[in-house]
């Protein structure tokens, strides 16, 4: 798997960002998000979506430059419309103004309106624990998920993620969706021609598969059965209803070329020296941090890991020693860049 420097794939991802029409700071910030979560191990949700993003610009399907327009702000909310733009752009924008308006009113929620895939939520998150708030975000995805009781496809796998801030600047950061796992690694798997786990999807006729390609035509089993199902409709009636975005079966898929997405985000941030001093919260964190380390381990367990401990420790290691991209998306970036009239290659 080829090695790939943290900064040039960030460069070449922004100045293909540009080329295809985005604004130099636009391109820019959408790309860290995009590099982030191939450093982070979770290539899916990272450089690929390159490929998604000019296919939908050649259609007309996303908007860009894109053009964020506050549509309602009060002291602690929000709410932005994207207008089909890039899901990274609102996203990192919306985050900001949670930020800002937590460490002036002790909470922010930003509520993003008809925006696109953003990527990894924790990438956000952690941004906001960066800044020494707790972050969260949500977002509603394209229907992939029966609502509990129901044999048919209504509900995203719709993820979560919250982040909390910690002296040394390492995050505690849960980053997950609704569902038993991410659609991504159901895609990932039926792109290498790889079976699934029994148990993560059921196929059109409401039976288990291990075969992707009758999960991605079916749906995936909620994380704890009736408990993610009913978290997903939660999150939809948020990032959806409230913010004036599409939701249930209304919302349409990043991976097809079937429409604008319409997906809704929420963005939330709350400021912990509102409620407690910083250094006590940092120590009582250290403290129980220490104590889950200590735990008895189970056997052929070596150390008990946090919530993003994984995430940030592939973070590191791609600093360190590059980023390891898989050759598919190395070729799929090269073939853009020469579209798009680069002479830079990877």
């Given amino acids: 798997m080829p090695k790939i420097q943290v900064l040039q794939l960030t460069e070449v991802t922004a100045d293909i960002l540009k080329r295809l029409g985005e604004k130099e700071e636009n391109a820019i910030e959408a790309a860290k998000a995009m590099v982030a979560a191939d450093m982070r191990g979770i290539d899916t949700h990272g450089t690929r979506l390159l490929v998604l993003i000019y296919q939908r610009l050649k259609e007309k399907m996303l908007q860009i430059p894109t053009e964020i327009e506050a549509i309602n702000d009060e002291s602690a909310t929000s709410i932005i419309n994207s207008n089909n733009g890039l899901g990274q752009v609102a996203a990192i924008h919306g985050m900001r103004i949670s930020i800002k308006k937590a460490k002036q009113f ?167 020296k509102k409620f407690m001093d910083i250094d006590t919260f940092y120590s009582l964190l250290e403290g129980y941090v220490t104590s889950i380390k200590n735990l008895e381990k189970k056997e052929g367990i070596s150390e008990i890991l946090l919530p993003g401990e994984i995430e940030w420790n592939n973070e590191v290691k791609s600093i360190e020693e590059g980023i390891s991209l898989p050759q598919e998306i190395v070729s799929d970036l090269n073939k853009i860049l020469e579209e798009v009239g680069s002479k830079t290659r990877l």
């Fill in 106 to 272: 002790g909470a922010g929620m930003v509520l993003i309106r008809n925006t696109n895939n953003v990527g990894v939520l924790g990438y956000y998150t952690t941004f906001a624990a960066q800044q020494g708030v707790a972050g969260i975000m949500m977002s509603n995805a394209a229907p992939s998920m029966a609502p509990w009781g129901s044999s048919e496809p209504f509900i995203g796998t719709n993820p979560i993620s919250i982040a909390f801030p910690s002296r040394d600047f390492k995050p505690i950061c849960i980053d997950m969706s609704c569902s038993i796992v991410s659609r991504g690694k159901i895609r990932a798997a039926a792109r290498r021609g790889e079976k699934i786990p029994y148990g993560w999807a059921l196929n059109k006729h409401g039976e288990k598969t291990t075969d992707p390609e009758e999960a991605l035509e079916g749906t995936i089993i909620p994380l704890g059965d009736y408990k993610g199902s009913g978290l997903s409709i939660i999150i939809d009636i948020i990032t959806g209803i409230i913010s004036g975005s599409s939701y249930g079966n209304k919302t349409e898929t990043f991976h097809k070329l079937m429409g604008p997405t319409g997906i809704g985000v929420c963005c939330m941030s709350f400021d912990i």
